[in-house]
């Protein structure tokens, strides 16, 4: 009897030492139940997409991954590199545009899928505009095709998804998808750009000009350095008597012209422009605004800006960046024009009847005589440049008319 009760008792213990009894105490010392294994799986690639036709490196993140793993993107197979049990490191190669599943399969055979897991980004790699850009009379029209190139070799037309421009909307105009329309004599930049947005991204441009055959076309933008556009800017073709006025941008735009391909450009308050212009070329006006100073009077202080006035002085020689100063007096005589500046790079210069006063380095400043008669006479002031080579700064400098004496 007493053997019996000791081996129910055996068996009871171990009935519960292997968590076989609902009845055992969950204090039983030195009892443990391990945790379920963690389950295989893909769960991000990182990054999530890149440019269609270009390797890219990617991570892929998931858990229960084991030491020879392998990689599948599309269903071809990617050399991959086992960084641990949640990553696998490769590179994704190149491929068409779109969504590919990411498989990763584990020695044993276990497979795990992420559907449409990378994504293939297909990007702009070149843009093509073409078409007739010659149009000879108001009203026509033609259609410009933009073509781009995509990363993965794909060329396909853009044009109706593509952002489209003109320069001068009263020489032509363009549609949103690519049809020009002539809407004066002239000529316009036609740009297009795609994709909207995102990058990267691109322009093209082409001239299109309205002109009837044996005529030529002249375009520009008139402004002030160091201020901006000119709008209202009565524009002159001398020879055929032509006008027009610049827009609200500063541009002009006029064709059907004949012979010398002389301009002139007049606003109120400037100084007037006559120039020789390239025919169906783009011309630059910049335009001085009117500086009188009175002899005797305050001084001024204005500034020379990048791209500013260049005014060729004498035979062979330019000042530029440069600026007229008018001075005015109710006598006649000689008076002193005094220029100061502060930059010591620069040495600034003052060309008074007819010749050049050199200025100071050391003093910045230059001193010039000039007569006058009653009334107004001019000077320039600014730097000998007869390489033409562009002031890129801002320059700020001070100009008085001093009377001997005073």
Same mark, same amino acid.
């Given at each position: 009897m007493a053997h019996s009760l000791v081996r129910r008792a055996l068996v009871a213990l171990a009935v519960c #030492?292997?968590?076989?009894? #609902?009845?055992?105490?969950?204090?039983? &010392?030195?009892?443990?139940?391990?945790?379920?294994? !963690?389950?295989? @799986?893909?769960?991000?690639?990182?990054?999530? $997409?890149?440019?269609?036709?270009? =390797?890219? #490196?990617?991570r892929v993140v998931g858990t229960s991954f084991q030491s020879g793993a392998t990689l599948t993107l599309d269903g071809a197979a990617v050399p991959a590199t086992f960084e641990s049990s949640t990553v696998l490191t490769a590179v994704a190669p190149a491929h068409q545009s779109g969504p590919v599943?990411?498989?990763?399969?584990?020695?044993?055979?276990?497979? /795990? @899928?992420?559907?449409?897991?990378?994504?293939?980004v297909s990007q702009i790699t070149s843009l093509l505009l073409t078409g007739n850009t010659t149009l000879t009379s108001i009203g026509e029209t033609t259609q410009l095709t933009a073509t781009a190139?995509? $990363?993965?070799?794909?060329? @396909?037309?853009?044009?109706?998804?593509a952002r489209w421009s003109t320069s001068i909307a009263s020489a032509a105009t363009v549609s949103a998808a690519g049809l020009v329309t002539a809407r004066s004599l002239g000529s316009s930049v036609i740009g297009t750009g795609f994709p909207f947005s995102g990058s990267p991204s691109m322009f093209r441009s082409v001239t299109v000009t309205i002109t009837p055959p044996g005529t030529f076309t002249s375009r520009g933008r008139a402004r002030e350095p160091g201020a901006g556009s000119l709008t209202a800017v009565r524009v002159l073709h001398l020879h055929t008597g032509q +006008? =027009? /006025? !610049?827009?609200?941008?500063?541009?002009?735009?006029?064709?059907?012209? !004949?012979? =010398?391909?002389?301009?002139?450009?007049?606003? #109120?308050?400037?100084?007037?422009?006559?120039i020789d212009v390239a025919p169906d070329r783009a011309t630059d006006i910049p335009m001085q605004r009117v500086i009188r100073v009175a002899a005797g009077g305050a001084p001024f202080t204005s500034r020379?800006? &990048?791209?500013?006035?260049?005014?060729?002085?004498?035979?062979?020689t330019h000042c530029q960046p440069? @600026?007229?100063?008018?001075?005015? $007096?109710?006598?006649?005589? +000689?008076?002193?024009?005094?220029? +100061?500046?502060?930059?010591?790079?620069?040495?600034?210069?003052?060309?008074?009847n007819g010749r050049i006063v050199p200025g100071d380095a050391d003093l910045r400043e230059v001193i010039a005589e000039l007569t006058l008669g009653r009334g107004e006479d001019f000077v320039f002031v600014g730097r000998s440049n007869p390489g033409l080579i562009e002031y890129q700064h801002y320059l700020p400098f001070t100009v008085s008319v001093i009377r001997p004496g005073q």
């Open positions: #030492a292997f968590g076989l009894s #609902a009845g055992c105490s969950d204090d039983s &010392p030195g009892i443990t139940t391990p945790p379920p294994p !963690t389950p295989f @799986r893909v769960l991000s690639v990182s990054p999530s $997409s890149g440019p269609a036709g270009v =390797a890219t #490196a990617i599943d990411v498989v990763v399969t584990n020695p044993d055979g276990a497979t /795990s @899928r992420l559907t449409r897991g990378f994504t293939y190139t995509f $990363s993965d070799g794909v060329t @396909r037309d853009v044009s109706s998804e +006008t =027009a /006025s !610049t827009d609200v941008n500063g541009y002009y735009s006029v064709g059907g012209l !004949t012979g =010398a391909p002389r301009f002139s450009f007049v606003k #109120a308050d400037f100084e007037n422009v006559e020379l800006a &990048p791209n500013d006035m260049n005014y060729l002085v004498t035979s062979g440069c @600026r007229i100063i008018r001075i005015t $007096s109710e006598t006649p005589g +000689t008076v002193q024009v005094k220029l +100061t500046w502060a930059d010591p790079s620069v040495v600034l210069n003052v060309w008074a």
